[in-house]
């Protein structure tokens, strides 16, 4: 078995931590990959993608990587999806996915995490942040045993909300809310690089010691939250809002 996992502020490498753990799987981080740009290799194994969740669907750069790579046919692919709340119809739009690669969808299953997309939501206070993670624990526990089992994950129930959420809002969400041109950085910032180092597209440079962006954002949260001195602001929608990190092992 082998872990692949994509993660802005935390939650995503937490949960594949917890899982490779339990399951003594090696991981691979696709910031690294996205980063330095490099080939990868992908193992004749089991694959566990663990994700954030975008707007109800599997990260559109998580899928055209995927699309770009050489898998094994018939190869056995899970998902993992942190999300805030749900991922809707996500599953469909991976069975999809898997079916043009030519590999085996095991499934998709949510693992509710803190809500980080500060642009449009509010990060749960601390206290609230560590009950969530302790019933992701849980959740994680149940992953594995499917993992162990070699099962499919369980079918989650449609409706026509999730329908909705996967389809058109995601549509609509990538085409007219996901740019970076809002992003502004106030006078407490000190130059010291973190946005830049964070950033897993490279889209973040700093010119004359404070950060720009460049166009190709995918709205992971990584600049903003993770600033030591919370100097980035995205238009006056986070404003005065906690910036949410999960660190922990």
């Given at each position: ?45 089991t694959l566990v993608f663990v994700t954030p969740t975008y707007c109800w669907r599997l990260p559109r750069v998580v899928s055209s990587w995927m699309e770009r790579q050489h898998f094994h046919k018939g190869q056995k692919v899970y998902f993992v999806m942190t999300c805030g709340d749900d991922f809707g119809n996500a599953e469909k739009y991976l069975n999809e996915l898997c079916s043009r690669i030519g590999v ?146």
């Open positions: 078995m082998f872990i692949i996992h994509y993660s802005g502020t935390g939650n995503s490498a937490y949960v594949a931590k917890q899982i490779s753990k339990k399951m003594g799987a090696e991981t691979l981080s696709l910031n690294e990959v996205f980063r330095k740009n490099v080939p990868v290799s992908i193992p004749d194994d085996e969808c095991m499934g998709g299953i949510e693992v509710v995490m803190p809500e980080n997309y500060i642009t449009m939501f509010t990060a749960p206070s601390v206290e609230l942040s560590r009950t969530i993670v302790e019933c992701a624990d849980l959740a994680v526990m149940e992953v594995c045993q499917y993992l162990e089992r070699g099962e499919h994950f369980p079918e989650r129930p449609v409706n026509l909300r999730d329908k909705i959420f996967s389809g058109i809002t995601n549509s609509l969400f990538f085409s007219f809310i996901v740019k970076d041109k809002q992003f502004f950085v106030k006078d407490s910032c000190v130059g010291c690089g973190v946005c830049e180092e964070v950033c897993p597209m490279k889209n973040v440079a700093l010119v004359d010691g404070k950060p720009t962006w460049n166009g190709n954002c995918t709205h992971c949260m990584a600049c903003i939250c993770r600033c030591p001195q919370e100097a980035i602001e995205y238009g006056k929608s986070t404003r005065n809002k906690r910036r949410y990190v999960m660190d922990g092992e």
